[in-house]
């Protein structure tokens, strides 16, 4: 056992190849999730409310223009291909292209922003949560342009393989945003106590700072001379349909797997304040166990795309199963520490509690986490052969699979369950675990 996984971490296409490049974007990812984690973590020492109000405002954002995000997303690929093809001069071009992704969204984003607070009152929540989804989602729209550029710049970097630089811009996005939590949250350091718009305010100026460092990397001279950074500024219908041609599907994907998500965001927040927060501590919880194993499968996406620009489709298939090994012993070990010890994750968000609310919330939670530990066993092998499909450029059975799924075993059921019979919470989130384990048969 130990000298067959000895020869597979040596070997072409085994564990250490596959993590020299995953390591840095599973810091990236890791860190966006942790950036997410203490931001509302903070929220729930500033107001219980204010982290059950924080997390459906942020995907009602993400929901509306989420479509533009998946498809800026394919450029790593498409830089990836290039790069393995040896058409270096190229790749330039192809960043670009998603650049200008960023136009049709603006006209998404600004009439949202302006039209928010009728969104929320369709949607009904308590008033004293409208309230903050509002402020929280009308500044944090306003980051969605800056995510799009920064999407296809880090595509850039993660095709090329380096992904070294897409992890320290996403290091620094994460401090800055934790020191402006804390300043803009509670009023700390002689800065205004905002509480959620403080929290949106530090997301939205930390990613503009990270997304110019890696600007200013992207345009600097070495990179304009072998890649074309610069020279190829202007506008290719050809090669912009080529991003569309396999970024849509992403990007429709994206929209519609986000609005699912949404959805089943909303639905359990009309089953109580308290189901909702403690929904909210258990995706936060998820997000953190996930979202290390998200890099990962942008690694398998940029690698695969590399060894099918040069040919090799016997080492992307290898290259596939040793990410799915990977992926899958993570899931197990961080799977034990979330069942055999929640109060880990349980207790950074109870502190700021009150009695009542921590009586009526925690015992949720702890039913939810065992819930979660089961779906990231089967989100082991989905994430990886999704990433190796999107390298291959079959974005469009992803796609549908990802959609069909999430909405016939997740939305559906959710609604069934909330409308009908008022929940409960832990057999909605048992449609999640379903949807997870659907996923991993289609894969």
Known sequence: MLLAVKRRWYSPDGYKEVLVLAIPLIITTGSGSLQSFIDRMFLSWFDSNALAATVPAALVSMTLTAFFLGVASYVAVFVAQHYGAREHPRIGGAVWQGFYILLPALLFVIPISIYIEPIFA?????????????????????AIPVIIISASVAGFFSGIGRTSVVMWSNLLITVLNLLLDYGLIFGNWGLPRLGVTGAA????????????????????????????????????????????????????????????????????????????????IAMNVFMIMVMPVAGMSIAVSVLVGQRLGAGNTESATRITYSSIHLAGLFFMLSGLVLISAPD???????????????????????????????????EAVSMMMAGALKGAGDTLFVAWASILCSWLLLVLPTGILVMGWGGPLFWCWAFFVVNGFAMFLVH
């Not at 409208?130 to 729209?141: K, N, P, T």
């Not at 001379?225 to 020279?231: D, F, I, S």
């Not at 912009?240 to 994206?254: A, D, E, I, N, V």
């Not at 968000?349 to 921590?358: N, Q, V």
């Open 201 to 280: 305010l530090a997301t939205v100026i930390s990613l503009m700072v990270g997304t110019l460092v890696q600007l200013w990397v992207f345009f600097s001279p070495g990179y304009r001379e072998v890649y074309n950074t610069w020279a190829l500024w202007r506008f290719d219908w050809i090669l912009f349909k080529r991003l569309l041609r396999f970024g849509l599907p992403l990007g429709l994907q994206s929209q519609m797997q986000m609005l699912a998500w949404t959805l089943f965001v909303l639905l359990i927040g009309k089953i109580g304040v308290a189901e909702l927060t403690a929904h909210s």
């Open 122 to 142: 369709w949607i009904g929540h308590d008033p004293i949560l409208q309230a903050m989804e509002v402020s929280y989602a009308r500044i944090l729209i306003l």
């Open 344 to 378: 880990w994750f349980i207790r950074p968000f109870a502190s700021g509690m009150t009695e009542a609310t921590y009586n009526a919330t925690v015992p949720l939670v702890e039913g939810l986490l065992g819930l979660v530990a089961l779906f990231c066993l089967f």
